[in-house]
């Protein structure tokens, strides 16, 4: 199955793509988690793209395209995949569309819908593993544990692209750059509106409903 999560920042594609991805059995490939992988490393890709990330701006495509064509490519891919933050423009979009063209193409680009005012008081709140990328809240989605993930037992911490002027100018960029990938896909057939401002659980069974049961599914505790 392969899958893109469309959605503003702060919609859920993280949230949601990791328990997918535990669930179905399938990776998730993120390319914010990429990138902050890369600054805690102190790779060059990693130095290069926090530039942009502090500012709430998109790393150029040509840092992003291929690095994420190259990860699809991997062994662990083979039965398909989560794409989270990726594509996040048109370009990136087509890019896609014709890396998978002699191979069926998408299975579902499935667009969390959420409005502006609700992702600001969620990701004031946000936490996240610095690890595995797990999303919390201090609104009452914490770690069993007081800073440490319930998943993988790696910190859990702050982002720092969740400031509030950065999480401002993430959803302009969202709404200038990202939201026509919408249309796009809705053009090709392959866009699925799942309503991701409902109570966590309740956005992940309508997931489920649309991806169809997998034996192993579990719930969260
Ligand atoms: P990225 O890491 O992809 O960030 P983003 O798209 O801005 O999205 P977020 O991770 O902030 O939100 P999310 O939808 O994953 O929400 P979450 O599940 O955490 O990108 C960061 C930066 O990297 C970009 O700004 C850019 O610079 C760069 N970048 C990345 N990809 C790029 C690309 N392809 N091209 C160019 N640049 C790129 O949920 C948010 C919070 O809400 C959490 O606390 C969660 O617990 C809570 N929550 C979630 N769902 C619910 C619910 N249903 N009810 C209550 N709370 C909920
Ligand atoms: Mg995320």
Redesign the pocket.
């Known amino acids: 199955m392969k899958i893109v999560?469309l959605?503003?920042?702060?919609?859920?594609?993280?949230?949601?793509?990791?328990r997918l991805s535990d669930d179905y059995g399938i990776p998730h490939i993120?390319?914010?988690?990429?990138?902050?992988a890369n600054l805690k490393n102190g790779t060059e890709l990693g130095k290069k793209?926090k530039s942009?990330?502090?500012?709430?701006?998109?790393?150029?495509?040509e840092?992003?395209?291929d690095l994420?064509l190259d990860r699809l490519k991997q062994d662990d891919c083979k039965n398909g995949w989560i794409l989270?933050?990726?594509?996040?423009?048109l370009f990136?979009a087509e890019a896609l569309t014709k890396a998978l063209a002699d191979e069926g193409g998408l299975d579902y680009a499935i667009h969390?819908t959420?409005e502006d005012e609700q992702?600001v008081k969620?990701?004031a709140?946000?936490?996240?593993c610095s690890v595995c990328?797990a999303?919390?809240?201090?609104?009452?989605?914490m770690p069993r544990v007081d800073g440490v993930c319930d998943r993988c037992g790696g910190p859990v911490v702050q982002?720092a692209?969740?400031a509030p002027e950065?999480?401002l100018k993430?959803l302009a960029?969202?709404h200038e750059q990202?939201e026509p990938i919408v249309e796009y896909y809705r053009e090709i057939g392959k866009e699925t509106p799942v309503d991701?401002?409902?109570?966590?659980?309740?956005?992940?069974a309508l997931l489920v409903a649309l991806l169809g049961e997998k034996d192993g599914c579990h719930d969260q505790d």
């Open positions: 999560l959605g503003a920042p702060g919609a859920g594609k993280g949230t949601h793509a990791v993120s390319t914010g988690d990429i990138f902050r793209a942009y990330m502090d500012q709430g701006l998109l790393v150029p495509d840092l992003t395209v994420v989270d933050g990726f594509p996040r423009n990136q969390l959420i992702i969620r990701m709140g946000r936490r996240v990328g999303s919390y809240n201090t609104n009452g989605l982002r692209d969740d950065t999480v993430r960029v969202y990202t991701g401002s409902l109570p966590m659980d309740e956005t992940y």
